[in-house]
């Protein structure tokens, strides 16, 4: 019996770590990943009997290339953006940009121009081989020119991707590099990210969730709220608010290759009296394609 019990121990043993995984980011000098980011915002504000609805949707296309990793597994990483592509707005007054087409009207001309010197911009980044993201520095642009300058371009200029400053990039990448806990994992386990180096502050906090082994890929249940800060000017009530997600984590090579997370939310003010309800909607998603050596 005592041979029995201990031939059992040590399959229920063996069952337990099986299912224990450690993730990582499997991190090589020379590897080249390519990065798309697509976010899509549908906004309804209702203050009286008047009504906004504002819509955007913005596709950036870039690459990562792996120039270094040391002994203590930290990569650095070039990150420049490639292509972008913005949709505002409804009807007759959608605005469309697309740096790689030409545009057709006055408006999506400066904002083009505005774009295509900001694809020049080169940055590094620090990662380790836990999703942690250490730094982000913009590298010197070469003699041939400076930064560029944006021209005003009024109302458009809000739809320029907020990609092209370190904090930028920190934040683009927020839900991509997560940090995992450190040793193996069991079904269940969450853990929430440590503040970052020179990370701008949170508007919220956010949970990940080890949920399993699907396919081949760890998934990572994303969850979620916003905070807003207190004011004696300006008080927000929350009425519904969700933020849910998930990630995949391929096993081999390791990488991070799908984000998805979106924000459903619903807030209140009064603004001299007056209601202002606000309805939001967003969707956030990363796709990151590992290219064969």
Partial sequence: M???ASILWLFLWVAVEARAERLHWDWIQ??????SLTSNTDIKVTSGDQQLHYRNS??????WTVTEVNAGNIARLRWHVQRIQIKSGQGDKQLTVDTELASKTEAERSLLATLRPLLDQRFELLV????RLLSVKELKRDSAGERPQRAPLGESQLQVPKLFDAAGVTQAFTHLFVEFPAGDLQVGTSWKKQPQFRQPQSDGETTYQYVGNENGSHRIRVSGNVLFPNSEEMSVEVKRQQV???LLVKQQPAYISHVAVNLQLETETDDRGTKVNVIQSDSEKIEVKKLLP
Avoid: T
Wanted: aromatic letters at 4%.
């Fill in 244 to 246: 849910a997600g998930s």
């Fill in 2 to 4: 005592r041979v029995v």
């Fill in 30 to 35: 020379g590897d080249v990943y390519d990065v």
């Fill in 58 to 63: 913005v596709v950036v296309l870039g690459r």
């Fill in 128 to 131: 380790n081989d836990s999703a």
